[in-house]
């Protein structure tokens, strides 16, 4: 299974991401890789954050990507490799906690270079071989664009979810993602909506999204508010959005076995 989580920040993607990599850590190896520059992935699976200073994420490997595209420091504009080596670098680089392995991949500081450098070639090409090669089920939590992604890498992935909150800018954010996805050659592109506190919550996001898309709700909760605050894990202090995400699991396992 290879799924990527994504929606505009705040909306829960997180959230989602470190529970659905928690239960599937109970089924086999998981691996999970934060693609998001607002890398909070790592608490939210129940990292210490002391366990995490010693995670570097993957574009400040100076050494590492010089050494595997041949650019360095003076690099940009020049020749360098768009295929380097990749393979090795989740067992190197990872670190594992409750059964499930994390990579951290970081941004790509592109201001006066253009999109086209040394490290997004990295992450790109990582990315690619996490999804097209790997035979751990990957859950990525990814900002709302696409930008590391290219039309066969997105082909990989089983299932792309947006995460909305009930409110017309979130709701915009899941038609471009989605028309995005489409265009690359991504056939599912689901939503959960996060954050949903009443009825009129609920009447709004059934009636704004299709119903073939549609995963399923995590409901507001003062626990998942207690966790973030406490740097804690979602899955093991918030039982009750534990139990919306395993029926959104379920509904993605029974659709995969179709």
Not at 198 to 225: C, K, M, R, Y
Request: charged share 25%.
């Amino acid at each position: 299974m290879k799924i990527a989580v994504t929606g505009k920040g705040g909306v829960g993607k997180t959230t989602l991401a470190a529970v659905l990599a928690r239960l599937y850590a109970k089924e086999g190896t998981v691996l999970a890789a934060d693609v998001d520059p607002d890398a909070n992935l790592g608490l939210a699976l129940g990292f210490s954050a002391e366990e995490l200073e010693s995670l570097v994420p993957i574009s400040h490997l100076r050494d590492l990507i010089a050494e595997r595209t041949g650019a360095d420091s003076s690099g940009f504009g020049r020749f360098f490799k768009i295929n380097p080596r990749v393979d090795d670098i989740p067992d190197n680089f990872a670190i594992t906690k409750n059964g499930v392995k994390l990579l951290v991949l970081g941004t790509v500081e592109t201001a006066g270079t253009g999109c086209v450098c040394p490290e997004h070639v990295v992450l790109k090409r990582l990315i690619s071989h996490l999804v097209l090669r790997s035979n751990e089920v990957i859950i990525m939590d990814m900002e709302a664009g696409l930008e590391h992604l290219g039309r066969g890498t997105a082909e990989g992935f089983d299932r792309f979810i947006v995460v909305v909150e009930p409110g017309a800018r979130s709701l915009q954010t899941y038609r471009q993602v989605r028309s995005l996805a489409v265009e690359m050659g991504v056939e599912n592109v689901s939503v959960v909506a996060s954050k949903i506190r009443t009825d009129e919550d609920e009447d709004f996001i059934l009636s704004n999204i299709p119903a073939q898309d549609f995963l399923g709700f995590v409901h507001w909760s003062d626990e998942i508010t207690t966790a973030d605050r406490l740097g804690g894990s979602t899955y093991d202090l918030c039982p009750s959005a534990v139990a919306e995400i395993e029926q959104i699991k379920a509904k993605i396992d029974a659709e995969a076995k179709l």
